[in-house]
């Protein structure tokens, strides 16, 4: 398990940042890994193009599946989980909540083209995105109840209330990969 420091950005927004391992093999295991149910299965999708960015749905959920899953998206998946129940687990210690910490199972993996924001509706009470890379200009992101902007770094995570507006101002020179994570 690799090590986080955090800091709190403003209420209820919280920055963890990476302290031990690159994730740079992330990004070609994402682009490398889709579900073209050959031989073994994926739990990652093919890259779905919208306007804005692309997106790959990942699912951990195994239950009912007989079929033999693709070391590289299990890598992927159980990383994901680990790191995000690992940052929430941390969010709901320092703010006393009560409540178990219970991840959405689905992920997801958006790449954002050059010059479009990040940004994302409400799902769940909790959202946590990982910046799996930071290799691109711009890009900060706006902290609200603050005047605060941070340029994330790759591994780093910020969760925040779902219901917060938190986005990210346009990347350019490079396309920006996001995983994001709910606790529902």
């Known amino acids: 398990m690799a090590m986080y420091v955090f800091q709190e950005l403003s209420p209820k927004v919280f920055y963890f940042t990476y302290c031990l391992q690159e994730i740079g093999n992330y990004i070609q295991f994402i682009e490398e890994t889709e579900d073209d149910s050959k031989t073994n299965r ?3 999708e ?3 193009h919208k306007e804005s960015h692309s997106e790959k749905n990942i699912s951990s959920d195994l239950s009912g599946q007989n079929d033999v899953v693709d ?3 299990l890598f992927v998946i159980n990383n994901l989980k680990a790191t995000f129940h690992h940052c929430f687990t941390q969010y709901k210690l320092y ?3 009560e409540e178990p910490v219970n991840l959405y199972t689905d992920y997801s993996i958006r790449k954002y083209y050059e010059n479009f924001e990040d940004s994302d509706l409400p799902h769940g009470k909790y959202t946590a995105k990982m910046y799996i890379n930071c290799s691109y200009d711009g890009g900060e992101v706006e902290i609200p109840n603050s005047n605060k902007k941070i340029k994330p770094e790759a591994g780093s995570i910020l969760i925040y209330p779902s219901d917060y507006n938190i986005k990210s101002l346009p990347g350019v020179n490079n396309s920006r990969y996001v995983a994001t994570g709910y606790w529902v």
Do not use: A, E, G, M
Request: no cysteine.
């Open 71 to 73: 070391t590289r998206s």
């Open 95 to 97: 703010n006393n909540i």
């Open 42 to 44: 994926s739990l990652i």
């Open 46 to 48: 093919k890259w779905s």
